[in-house]
């Protein structure tokens, strides 16, 4: 016969008790929001004094982090803020870097649902 389903049989699902894991948070130099460290963006100093993308949040130096979005790196690479958080001066092949990466980014990060132009009436016609 058709035995259906195999998976209705398979054992329960443990239940397990979502423990509040603690979620390393990190403070955006350019905003100073604090965010949840993964949905921040690092940037490393180097030992030897690059400055350079941290995909992986694993390279060792010291590090700052920047929101995903266009409005917080502008000053940070624009008005110095990353320089300031490093006290250096960013060598022009690292600010070439991350300027190709800042063109990458959104505008904005989180795409705020738009309300207002539907309040809009329509102008009276005569
Ligand atoms: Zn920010």
Redesign the pocket.
């Known amino acids: 016969m058709a035995n259906v389903a195999n998976t209705a049989n398979m054992p329960a699902k443990r239940k397990q008790q979502p423990k509040p894991r603690h979620v390393p948070e990190r403070t955006?130099i350019?905003?100073k929001?604090v965010r949840p460290k993964r949905e921040l963006i690092r940037v490393v100093r180097t030992p030897s004094g690059h400055v350079e993308l941290d995909p992986t949040g694993k390279k060792s130096g010291r590090g700052a982090y920047?929101?995903a979005k266009r409005s917080?790196w502008e000053p940070a690479l624009h008005k110095g803020r990353l320089e300031r958080e490093f006290e250096l001066t960013l060598l022009e092949e690292d600010r070439a870097a991350l300027e190709a990466y800042l063109a990458t980014l959104p505008a904005e990060a989180p795409p705020a649902p738009a309300q207002s132009s539907r309040a809009k009436k329509a102008p009276p016609q005569g």
């Open positions: 955006c350019a905003c929001q920047l929101c917080c």
